[in-house]
């Protein structure tokens, strides 16, 4: 599809919500991602199959990355951690299925290489790896991985003393690898996704700075609740 081929300095929006919250309905997530693309935005990323097939439905020609949260007791893999999940949301319509590229053990005993394999050979599916080190961008660049994004960058044991936006990494990672990379994670401001640019990125994923009401929201009213309310003349 033509639509995967036009990221160079493309702003992508992850639009999402937290399970509990109003945002999180169909019809509000579809709202949003149109409202992304007609100002400027050149795909999505969405979670869930519904999530996907609705918005492929109201926005034909979008370019959507598409993955599925599901968790599992027995892993700390949650972004489609299994081949399953691929399938179905591949089969809802995205054009980039992402999905967990670190080195953590995934449920039911799956590898990242064979879901790859399969990936590419049964369904001739593109594949986004969301990863939190260069070796393991590395590792899932030579499994097949279309595209890299370091969406995981502070959220995994192995970085859990670092903090996103994972700046850090982009350069050595354009300097390593042929495919393309997305700077994913902790962007909060035009500035910065330019600074992410500027080091190598060749698009950036923006989500909880402009579609997560509820984060937004909550972080200005507790700032309100704990200023001083002393009055200075």
């Known amino acids: 599809m033509t639509r995967v081929h036009h990221l160079d300095g493309g702003l992508i929006v992850s639009v999402q919500a937290p399970q509990d919250s109003p945002c999180h309905g169909t019809e509000v997530i579809t709202a949003m991602a149109a409202a992304s693309l007609a100002n400027g935005a050149i795909g999505v990323r969405l979670n869930s199959p519904e ?50 590229g670190t080195d953590r053990p995934r449920p039911g005993g799956e590898d990242l290489g064979s879901i790859i394999t399969r990936a590419k050979a049964e369904l001739g599916a593109m594949v986004m790896a969301d990863i939190d080190t260069l070796p393991n961008a590395e590792q899932a660049a030579a499994l097949g991985c279309d595209w890299i994004g370091t969406t995981l960058y502070g959220y995994t044991p192995a970085t859990s003393n670092r903090q996103p936006p994972a700046l850090e990494l982009l350069q050595p990672l354009r300097q390593r690898l042929s495919v393309p990379v997305l700077c994913e994670g902790g962007i909060s401001s035009p500035q910065q996704a330019q600074q992410a640019m500027a080091l190598g990125a060749t698009a950036v994923v ?24 002393t009055f200075i003349q």
């Open 51 to 100: 999530h996907v097939a609705s918005v492929r439905r109201r926005c034909r020609e979008a370019l959507i990355i598409g993955l599925w949260k599901r968790c599992h007791a027995n892993s700390s893999v949650y972004i489609t951690p299994q081949y399953k999940d691929l399938v179905h949301i591949w089969s809802a319509g995205a054009d980039v299925v992402a999905l967990d």
């Open 206 to 229: 923006v989500g909880t700075a402009i579609t997560g009401i509820d984060q937004q929201v909550s972080r200005y009213s507790k700032a309100l609740a704990t200023a001083s309310h």
